[in-house]
Nanobody, 120 residues
């Protein structure tokens, strides 16, 4: 099993910054992709940013230029630096990590979610 522990959410004023962290532990042989999703009240969960094995990144259009995803391979940790936050960024943010626990044993794990609230 692979466990994810998220941290860094909170309340911030519009224009402020927050940094989310997600550390993966457990039966990890390799990691293919690490990402952040978010879900606002009444809306479906959406991809915010993802970083894949070679280091390539994908961002939602709504966060491009404001959010930066990065990772520390030695720590199996992914970060999301969020700058110039807007009220519409308010949501529960979920970490997602996909990889393998061994040959033929893939995993797709989710964090418990961390609340980000941006006040206007």
């Amino acid at each position: 099993q692979v466990q994810l522990v998220e941290s860094g959410g909170g309340l911030v004023q519009a224009g402020g910054s927050l940094r989310l962290s997600c550390a993966a532990s457990g039966s990890i042989f390799s990691i293919n992709a690490m990402g952040w999703y978010r879900q606002a009240p009444g809306k479906t969960r959406e991809l915010v940013a993802r970083i894949i094995g070679g280091g390539s990144t994908i961002y939602a259009d709504s966060v491009k230029g404001r959010f930066t995803i990065s990772r520390d391979n030695a720590k199996n940790t992914v970060y999301l630096q969020m700058n110039r936050l807007k009220p519409e960024d308010t949501a529960v943010y979920y970490c997602n990590v996909r990889g393998a626990s061994g040959p033929g044993r893939g995993f797709d794990s989710w964090g418990q979610g961390t609340q980000v609230t941006v006040s206007s």
